[in-house]
Structures are given as structure tokens and as C-alpha cells.
């Protein structure tokens, strides 16, 4: 899931689609007509998942105005299929998928289509690596080179004269290059994590090296991840996809799941298609060998058993994947709104989660740290993040849960000296964007071609129509985060 990149808060991190058991079927230009998938096809329905079917909107609507199908929504922007569960009350509430694995095959998305989960595989690799330390395997805040011992990151003395440390790594506070990754076609010769941590043929990323001072900083990488799933390896003598398989998904229930790069014939016999424009892509998807870091197979329901696990960890529960001193741990920030593994979102009430996005699909989850709360969503398309950010309002608003989404409402008109007190220069986890306040309302330069008009929901809270993302400024405006529409950025003020 590639991170924010400096200059423009449109590329924020976590930032990936077209029928649904409803409605009539619609085929994509060029591509065959796909009959409308049986209603019980996506698993079993109830009062919850009706709502969501009938009740999606954008966070800002127009008085009146009635909402969205999640039938139409899927059409419009361009989504085959969907997987979606729900936790409530520290259980697995339901679950169930909508629309079509694959356009080609016109196959339906069942309860158990499994699909990439992109870089949501950085907080399943984190929960692995934990239970390694508390194994006493390794050490959270000693350099990795003691652990490694297939490989060895170069030292940088100027940059991490100490080394990097696993607590670093897993919040990407080591300072190492390499964001993302691109994925290879399933015929494509894969490296191994060495030569992807050199940069060396068949890797088609560069070297994972030192960039900024270890500790110094957040900057999403990647590479970080390959370097913790190789360390992973290294300290347990057993293959990384092996390990999350012992340590994780099979004492967890978690069947559908794995981070098998190309998947095994068990996962392969239903899983979902990347789709770019509603059509599959070359190959039906791009392969991760950067398993730690984006390799994961799974669906909804299986993300919802790992998330329900660190949350009655992290409540005190015994008997869990990491033991309560240890998710706490997790989900205390390092740096800024990042914690080891987790996306942490502070307005409101506690919460974590992550997103992904790999080519052809995109994910997000999101849960209460107390409470038992939370939603999962996958997508087979990379253009999915507004449809996702709509289905999680609609069942945050059914549930009550606004700390999660705020329900949908009319732009607010604030006055000149309002928008003045919010205009200025903000900067944080390598974006940059300065707010001016104009006669016609807000607007955000991001670095662009056009500057981002932001729509005001309330005094403190300001949607961008063009990216799809929801700010949040703190009372006195001396900073704001990402609350939806990407990952839990925070942004100082910086300048008047």
C-alpha cells in the first residue's frame, strides 16, 4: 500500500470495481454481460447489511437529498466485487460479500473469495513479529543485524550509526528507503527478500538502504517490512509464509488466509481478480514476494478475527496472539499517529487499523481499541477508496460509531474570518499543503496543477471533493489529521 508522498496530500497512504446481487446486471464496454449473482451468493443477509445496501453517501450531501444503492455506487465508480465484516461487542457480527470475483468469469464473490490485502499485511506481519519478542527470538530495540543472519543491512554511520531496530522498522521510523512495491505477473521469475533488499535482478524495486536518520522521523517504507519479514525467517529457521501460518492464521481460524505468493490451489479456487476499469488485468493479478509487506491473501472475515484478537489482548485479555502488555504496546504510538504495525487515529476514541493497495485492489480496516468495535472492507479494483470510505459511513451511522465516520451532512457556510483562523502552512509525514481562504471558501495547494476547494462539514472539519479526503483540525487550528479518505496523518502548522 503505498504511503503519502511528499507535496500532495492526494497521495496519502493507503490509498486500491461491477454488480452486486441487486438490480439489473450491467456489462463494461468491450466485456461480456454478467448475469446478476444470486442474492445468498454473498452469504447470508440481515438488518445490517440491508442498511448498507441501501444507504451510502459522500460525507457532504445536498439538503433532501436521498441517499445512494450500494448497486449504484458500485457502478459508478467502477467496482466488481466487495468483502465486508463488522465486530460488534468483541465478536464477529456478520459478514458477507457483494458483486463479481472476476468479470471475465462473471463469478460472484462468496463468504469466502479471498483477496489481496495489500499492505494490511504489515499489521498481520507486526502481530508475528511481536509474539517473536516475547518468544525472546528478538529484541524490539536492538539492531536487526543481531537477528539477521542470511543478510546484513549495510551500516550508514552517519544516518543509523547503532543500526535500525525492530520497533522502527514496524513503524516506520528507521529511516529506510523504498515505499512500495509493483508486484510481478504470475509468470515472472521472483526474487528473493535478499535481492530485494539489494535491489538486484529479478527485483524490479531499488535497494532498501538508509535515507534519513533512524529514529528521526516517519516515513512509510516497505522495504522496512521485507527487512522484518527476512528477520522473521532468520530468528525461527522456518519459511515466513510457514510462520504466519503457525504463529497466527491457524490458531486464529483464519482459513482463507495466507501470504502463499502465488497463492496455493486452496486460496486459488476462489479468489478475486485485480481489476483496473472493471476488467481484469493481465494475469488476473500481480504477485508479492514482499510477503511481509503486501502478500497476503485473506477476506474480510479472517481480518476480523486478527483485529477482535488484539483487541482482547490489549483489554486484558489472556490467551491471545500477543499477551495485554504487548498489544498495548502495538497500539501506542512511536511516532506521531503511528503505532508498531498500526495506522492510530487519536480524535475521538481510540482506534487502529490499516489500508492497502495493491494493483487492482485496495482495503481498509478500522476498530475500536476498547470497546470490541470495528469494520473490514476489501475491494477487487484499484479505484475503490470512496466506495470503501462510503460503506464504512454507512455502517458507522448504523451503528452510532461517529468516531469511525461521521454521518453524511450539508456543507456548512463559514464566514471569511472563520477560514482565515484555519488558513496557513502544514506539514507532516512528508506532505506539505498550504490553505488559503479566498472570497468562493478554502483551498488546499497541495503542489498540483489547480489547488483542492474544501468543503466545511463544521468550524473544524473540511472534506476535499477532489481526493476524497476528510481533515480534522484540532480547536485552537494548530494542526489537523486525515480522518477518512486516507491514513491518520497528523499536519502541524508550521507557518502563519
Not at 539477521?148 to 543491512?153: A, K, T, V
Request: proline share 8%; charged share 15%; glycine share 12%.
Amino acid at each position: 500500500m503505498p504511503s503519502p508522498r511528499p507535496r500532495s496530500i492526494a497521495l496519502c497512504l493507503g490509498a486500491a470495481a461491477a454488480l452486486i446481487a441487486c438490480g439489473n446486471a450491467v456489462a463494461q464496454p468491450g466485456e461480456p454481460r454478467c448475469p446478476v449473482p444470486a442474492a445468498a451468493a454473498g452469504g447470508p443477509s440481515n438488518a445490517h447489511s440491508r442498511f448498507v445496501e441501501a444507504n451510502l453517501n459522500p460525507p457532504v450531501v445536498q439538503p433532501g437529498a436521498r441517499p445512494h444503492s450500494l448497486a449504484e455506487r458500485m457502478r459508478a465508480y467502477n467496482v466488481p466485487g466487495i468483502s465486508v465484516a463488522v465486530i460488534h461487542r468483541g465478536k464477529l457480527a456478520w459478514a458477507r460479500g457483494w458483486g463479481l470475483r472476476d468479470t471475465a468469469s462473471c463469478a460472484p464473490v462468496t463468504p469466502d473469495t479471498a483477496f489481496q490485502a495489500a499492505s494490511i499485511s504489515k499489521l498481520a506481519t507486526a502481530v508475528i513479529a511481536l509474539r517473536l519478542v516475547e518468544q525472546g527470538k528478538l529484541g524490539l530495540d536492538r539492531d536487526i543485524n543481531r537477528f539477521l543472519r542470511s543478510w546484513q543491512l549495510p551500516r550508514d554511520p552517519e544516518r543509523a550509526p547503532d543500526g535500525v531496530t525492530l520497533r522502527q522498522l514496524l513503524s516506520h521510523t528507521a529511516g529506510l528507503g523504498i515505499h512500495g512495491f509493483a508486484g510481478y505477473t504470475p509468470d515472472a521469475d521472483l526474487p528473493t527478500p535478499a535481492q530485494i533488499l539489494d535491489g538486484t535482478p529479478p527485483a524490479n524495486s531499488g535497494a532498501v538502504r538508509s535515507t534519513q536518520p533512524a529514529g528521526g522521523q516517519w516515513t512509510y517504507s516497505g522495504g522496512g517490512y521485507v527487512l522484518t519479514q527476512l528477520a522473521l525467517s532468520d530468528v525461527s529457521g522456518t519459511p515466513f509464509e510457514m510462520l504466519a501460518q503457525r504463529e497466527l492464521f491457524d490458531p486464529l481460524g483464519m482459513t482463507r488466509s495466507a501470504y502463499a505468493q502465488p497463492p496455493s490451489a486452496t486460496i486459488l479456487a476462489d479468489i478475486a481478480s485485480a481489476h483496473a476499469g472493471g476488467v481484469p488485468i493481465p494475469g488476473r493479478f500481480h504477485v508479492y514476494p514482499e510477503l511481509a509487506a503486501a502478500g497476503l491473501w485473506t477476506n474480510a472475515a479472517d481480518l476480523a478475527r486478527l483485529l477482535i484478537d488484539v483487541q482482547a489482548a490489549a483489554a486484558g485479555g489472556e490467551g491471545h496472539r500477543l499477551s495485554p502488555a504487548m498489544a498495548r504496546a502495538m497500539l501506542t504510538p512511536v511516532m506521531g499517529n503511528w503505532g508498531m504495525g498500526a495506522a492510530l487515529y487519536s480524535n475521538g476514541a481510540r482506534r487502529f487499523g490499516h489500508d492497502g493497495l495493491n494493483e487492482g485492489f485496495q482495503s481498509s480496516m478500522i476498530a475500536y481499541v476498547d470497546g470490541g468495535d470495528g469494520i473490514v472492507v476489501l475491494a477487487n479494483s484499484g479505484q475503490s477508496r470512496r466506495l470503501i470510505d462510503e460503506i464504512v459511513r454507512a455502517i458507522a451511522t448504523d451503528y452510532g460509531w461517529t468516531d469511525i465516520a461521521a454521518p453524511a451532512v450539508a456543507a456548512k457556510m463559514l464566514t471569511h474570518a472563520q477560514l482565515e483562523r484555519v488558513a496557513g502552512t502544514f506539514a507532516g509525514g512528508g506532505l506539505s499543503v498550504v490553505l488559503e481562504a479566498r472570497a468562493e471558501g478554502l483551498f488546499a495547494d497541495t503542489g498540483g496543477p489547480h489547488a483542492e476547494r474544501l468543503v466545511a462539514l463544521s468550524a473544524t472539519r473540511f472534506f476535499s471533493d477532489a481526493t476524497g479526503i476528510v481533515a480534522e483540525f484540532a480547536p485552537d487550528y494548530s494542526s489537523f489529521d486525515i480522518v477518512e479518505g486516507g491514513p491518520p496523518i497528523k499536519l502541524v502548522r508550521s507557518k502563519p
